[in-house]
């Protein structure tokens, strides 16, 4: 298969051959590549671990300093505070993971149900998985704080996908469908109700059916790997369906989205039943046309303190899925 290393492809292939400790040209390439993106990975998490702790240094002398400039009395009302505020918060906290666990427990029986197929490691570059597992973890912590949470379920959950997944803090707690097998194996007796979403189909969804399970390709790849998942799910015999996008929207680009902006966009039709309201809070500004931008900027102030809600959110959706 294309992009893949040669090996094993016959005596044609061994010219491009050049070894070196038994590796392959192209395979000492592809290692190179992966060790330049684990060192950069590395020190950025470094990086940021040591901003974290100056972070938390200053925050803790700007503390002291406050504590030594006022009187003994001051002081104890000072810390007596703080701690109750620390207590608060905590408890607050603790009510949201209930009420999640509680909404998400309920999706599990009722919700949704939302594929994302994750069979397609073999086809990414070490960076476009890291980039896909981000996206899942978005849309864990986007689908968590919904009012109605769809049922979430990650098939073909192996190989380098799952030990990337597993990797992440707070996975083993997350309320969510872990499949190894794929969805023909998992959801085998509902194979007439599986609809693969790609923007390749012919048929347009009109309606979420409660009874249908979608499924989205989980794959980041540039559109390298163009109409893969249509020939999957022809070859597969299932149906198919692209999002109405071009019922309610002028494209710059092509309608293919991202993982996490489909899974957000059949989240907010879940709740709002209204796709051009979905397309618009969720497609990025520099996806659509101008005529559209412009329909959607006629609040401009609205639009761009959305904007940095959403911004917020992502960064915000990013810190809380590592919680249930
Ligand atoms: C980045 S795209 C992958 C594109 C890939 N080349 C393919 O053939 O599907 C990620 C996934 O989002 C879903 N998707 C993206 N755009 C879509 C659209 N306009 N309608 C329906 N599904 C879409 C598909 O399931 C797709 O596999």
Same mark, same amino acid.
């Given at each position: 298969m294309?992009?893949?290393d040669?090996?094993?492809?016959?005596?044609?292939?061994?010219?491009?051959?050049?070894?070196?400790?038994?590796?392959?040209? &192209?395979?000492?390439?592809?290692?190179?590549?992966?060790?330049?993106?684990?060192?950069?990975?590395?020190?950025?998490?470094?990086?940021?671990?040591?901003?974290?702790?100056?972070?938390? *240094?200053?925050?803790?002398?700007?503390?002291?300093?406050?504590?030594?400039?006022?009187?003994?009395?001051?002081r104890?009302?000072?810390?007596?505070?703080?701690?109750s505020l620390?207590?608060?918060? $905590?408890? =607050?906290?603790?009510?949201?993971?209930?009420?999640?666990?509680?909404?998400?427990?309920?999706a599990?029986?009722?919700g949704?149900?939302?594929?994302?197929?994750?069979?397609?490691?073999?086809?990414?570059?070490p960076?476009?998985?890291?980039?896909?597992?981000? +996206?899942?973890? %978005?849309? %864990?912590?986007?689908?968590?704080?919904?009012?109605?949470?769809?049922?979430?379920?990650?098939?073909?959950?192996?190989?380098?996908?799952?030990?990337?997944?597993?990797?992440?803090?707070?996975?083993?707690?997350?309320?969510?469908?872990?499949?190894d097998?794929? %969805?023909?194996?998992?959801?085998e007796?509902?194979?007439?109700?599986?609809?693969?979403?790609?923007?390749?189909?012919?048929?347009?969804?009109?309606?979420?059916?409660?009874?249908?399970? %979608?499924i989205?390709?989980?794959?980041?790849?540039?559109?390298?790997?163009?109409?893969?998942? $249509?020939?999957?799910?022809?070859? =597969?015999?299932?149906?198919t369906?692209?999002?109405?996008?071009?019922n309610?929207?002028? $494209? &710059?680009?092509?309608?293919?989205?991202?993982?996490? +902006?489909?899974?957000?966009?059949?989240?907010?039709?879940?709740?709002?039943?209204?796709?051009?309201?979905?397309?618009?809070?969720?497609?990025? #500004?520099?996806?659509?046309? +101008?005529?559209? &931008?412009?329909?959607?900027?006629?609040?401009?102030?609205v639009?761009?303190?959305?904007k940095?809600?959403?911004? *917020?959110s992502?960064? =915000?959706?990013? #810190?809380?899925?590592?919680?249930?």
């Open positions: 294309e992009g893949r040669n090996e094993g492809k016959g005596p044609e292939a061994e010219e491009g051959r050049n070894y070196c400790g038994g590796l392959s040209k &192209s395979a000492q390439k592809k290692l190179l590549k992966q060790q330049k993106w684990e060192a950069k990975k590395a020190e950025k998490k470094a990086l940021e671990k040591e901003q974290k702790k100056r972070e938390g *240094e200053r925050k803790r002398k700007e503390w002291e300093e406050r504590l030594a400039s006022v009187s003994e009395e001051e104890g009302k000072l810390i007596e505070s703080r701690k620390r207590k608060e918060r $905590m408890e =607050q906290r603790s009510e949201e993971r209930e009420r999640n666990t509680e909404r998400l427990s309920r599990k029986e009722c949704q149900k939302i594929v994302i197929d994750l069979e397609f490691s073999h086809l990414m570059t960076a476009e998985i890291n980039s896909l597992v981000q +996206q899942i973890m %978005y849309c %864990y912590a986007v689908n968590k704080r919904c009012r109605e949470p769809g049922h979430l379920w990650l098939t073909g959950c192996k190989g380098e996908m799952g030990t990337q997944l597993k990797r992440l803090p707070g996975f083993d707690n997350w309320i969510i469908e872990k499949e097998r794929s %969805y023909m194996e998992a959801l007796d509902e194979k007439r109700n599986l609809v693969y979403l790609t923007a390749d189909s012919e048929n347009v969804v009109d309606d979420l059916d409660s009874s249908k399970i %979608y989205v390709g989980g794959l980041v790849d540039r559109n390298r790997w163009k109409g893969i998942t $249509m020939k999957k799910a022809e070859e =597969q015999g299932i149906q369906a692209k999002l109405p996008i071009a309610y929207l002028n $494209m &710059s680009s092509s309608q293919v989205l991202t993982v996490n +902006q489909v899974i957000e966009i059949l989240l907010k039709f879940l709740e709002t039943k209204n796709w051009k309201d979905s397309f618009f809070q969720v497609i990025p #500004q520099r996806k659509r046309c +101008q005529a559209d &931008s412009e329909q959607s900027q006629q609040v401009k102030g639009d761009s303190e959305e940095n809600d959403q911004f *917020e992502k960064k =915000q959706c990013a #810190q809380d899925s590592t919680r249930i």
